[in-house]
């Protein structure tokens, strides 16, 4: 181990701990670090744009955690709204004022949304979505692209075959072939392979789920049109469009991707930011498909914390103070495109071609020569290389995603010291891994 390595035993030693009572010693997968190798540091305490760690290690943040800290850690306004709320005990189980705030807030960032309905993660809005779709189309299938990622429910869990238009196989253990038969899956920003899923399987597709900006493969933004072709197929073939906007909504533009890119989704689903760092997702859209919603429609869905009255407070103070300071998309965008344009040029110096893809303040560094447009060019990453850059950045006290195939989510929270940290770290790293 390299003498300028960070000592992180506390970390190790309860990691070792937590495998004693935890799957895998985590409560979701890619904390583990099993995509870049050594053992994941435990976080004790965050503040603005800096983890610390068990060891007392400090971390310049570039995950924050997957997108919700969006402003930096702690942020004062967020941490009182979430301190006032708590007064009034934590949750009720019954209606509250905050909720219809919540709605109608987000009715007005996302003019797509006429109705919205407040889950608890990001999973449980595209799981919603998608019955909310079938129960409104009578339909059955849907399609989802290969590398989006729309949390762990079984009919998204399902990786694409051969070739580019394909059936689905279930992508984990635990999920049934009939769920799979129901998942066509084809690659991102292929019109083509979409129309070839639904000439082969007429008035049968109920939804199509998309990340418009995709974050689950790594970043990968739309190809020029796609977005506007999923739209018109989508409407000529009488298809749910939902845009999973969990990553990229409130991220990319107050009006998440739909914003950005002008393209209305007919389902929207959102997560992370929407609840300040508490556990919040939603899911929301055109009137006539969230009134089959129950307790007014046949499709239910229902959830005991769905709304809890902390997590509105948090995320009502998050959505305020973006609506309010439009300037804040304005400094991230700055502050991402100095943090990429310093990676370009180390890339320039050491006459290395690898990717950056960004879009906003989400981007990511693939190890690759290609240009990353889907999951198998992606795919074609060195990830040995990735793994190897992840851990010299960590012990640079840079964070970044453990695995190749996700998004970096900038802060403004980031000073132009950390800045300046992050662009001399990763051209110490790749310098000395490419002498
Ligand atoms: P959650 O159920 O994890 O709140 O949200 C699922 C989800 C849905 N849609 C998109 C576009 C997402 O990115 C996610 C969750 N993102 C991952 C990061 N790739 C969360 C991190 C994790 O799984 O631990």
Redo the contacts with the bound molecule.
């Keep these: 181990m390299p003498s300028n390595y960070l000592s992180t035993t506390q970390s190790q030693w309860l990691f070792e701990k937590a495998k004693k009572f935890i799957p895998g010693g985590v409560n979701?997968?890619?904390?583990a670090f099993k995509a870049v190798g050594g053992n994941p540091i435990f976080i004790k305490s965050a503040k603005g744009a800096y983890l610390f760690d068990e060891d007392n290690n400090r971390y310049i943040e570039l995950i924050n955690s997957?997108g919700p800290m969006i402003l930096g850690h702690a942020y004062p306004l967020i941490e009182q709204a979430i301190v006032e709320a708590a007064k009034d005990s934590f949750s009720f189980g019954a209606p509250t004022a905050k909720e219809v705030e919540m709605a109608e807030l987000i009715t007005q960032m996302f003019p797509s949304i006429e109705k919205v309905r407040m889950v608890n993660?990001?999973?449980?809005?595209?799981m919603s979505a998608i019955r909310a779709a079938r129960g409104f189309t009578g339909r059955n299938k849907i399609i989802k692209f290969e590398g989006c990622?729309?949390?762990?429910g079984d009919s998204f869990l399902i990786a694409a075959g051969s070739g580019a238009v394909t059936m689905g196989v279930p992508d984990s253990a635990g999920i049934t072939t009939g769920v799979a038969l129901d998942t066509l899956t084809a690659p991102f920003n292929d019109l083509t392979a979409v129309q070839m899923l639904i000439d082969a399987n007429p008035n049968q597709i109920a939804a199509l789920i998309v990340?418009p900006v995709v974050?689950?493969m790594g970043c990968v933004p739309p190809a020029k049109g796609f977005l506007e072709g999923l739209r018109e197929i989508c409407t000529k073939n009488s298809i749910v469009l939902i845009f999973?906007e969990?990553?990229t909504g409130f991220r990319l533009a107050r009006g998440g991707a739909q914003e950005r890119y002008g393209v209305s989704a007919d389902l929207t689903?959102l997560?992370?930011i929407i609840g300040g760092g508490l556990p919040v997702?939603a899911y929301g859209g055109k009137s006539e498909i969230m009134d089959c919603i129950a307790p007014l429609g046949k499709v239910y869905q229902a959830g005991t914390l769905s709304g809890n009255p902390i997590a509105m407070s948090a995320g009502l103070a998050m959505l305020n103070i973006l609506n309010q300071h439009p300037e804040i998309y304005t400094q991230l965008e700055e502050i991402t495109n100095k943090i990429v344009n310093g990676i370009r040029k180390a890339l320039e110096d050491l006459s290395l071609s690898y990717t950056i893809n960004q879009v906003g303040s989400m981007f990511t560094l693939f190890f690759t020569e290609l240009e990353v447009t889907n999951f198998s060019t992606a795919k074609s990453s060195n990830l040995a290389f990735f793994g190897k850059y992840f851990r010299e950045m960590l012990h640079r006290g840079v964070y970044l995603a453990p695995s190749q195939f996700?998004s970096l989510f900038v802060s403004n929270a980031l000073s132009e010291e950390d800045i300046q940290h992050i662009i001399t770290a990763n051209r110490e790293v790749l310098g000395l891994m490419h002498t």
Excluded: F, I, L, Q
Aim: a negative charge.
């Design positions: 979701s997968p890619v904390r997957w993660s990001g999973t449980e809005a595209c990622y729309h949390g762990h990340e974050g689950n999973d969990v990553m689903t997560g992370k997702g996700e």
